[in-house]
């Protein structure tokens, strides 16, 4: 079992920066894939980024890369997403997720956290 919390999330203006983070207890942190997923209001949960157990490799959603970045720091059981230029359609709450392995798929994520809001304002 992981337990994964969320936090960093709030209200920013267009153009603007956030990083929020996500810290695990339970089972080694190290020992899985993360994910960052957000879902807007009416709209499906969608993929946004993924790291590797160790942070060698990562995956984005193509619309999305070049403005966000996922690290994580394993020492401190924590993962991170840096979002840069911040826009409207950004708004969303943002969740992580741990999964065995590096994958865009919802479903191959087991845990999940309850989720961060960001709400980037015009």
């Known amino acids: 079992q992981v337990q994964l919390v969320e936090s960093g999330g709030g209200l920013v203006q267009a153009g603007d920066y956030l990083r929020i983070s996500c810290g695990a207890a339970?089972?080694?942190?190290?020992?899985?894939?993360m994910g960052w997923f957000r879902q807007a209001p009416g709209k499906e949960r969608e993929f946004v980024a993924g790291?590797?157990?160790?942070?060698?490799?990562?995956h984005y959603t193509e619309f999305l890369k070049g403005r966000f970045t996922i690290s994580r720091d394993n020492a401190k059981g924590t993962v991170y997403l840096q979002m840069n230029n911040l826009k409207p359609e950004d708004t969303a709450v943002y969740y992580c997720?741990?999964?065995?392995?590096?994958?865009?798929?919802?479903?191959?994520?087991?845990?999940w956290g309850q989720g961060t809001q960001v709400t980037v304002s015009s």
């Open positions: 997720a741990a999964s065995g392995y590096l994958s865009a798929t919802r479903n191959a994520y087991r845990y």
């Open positions: 790291v590797n157990w160790d942070g060698t490799s990562t």
């Open positions: 339970g089972r080694t942190f190290s020992g899985y894939a």
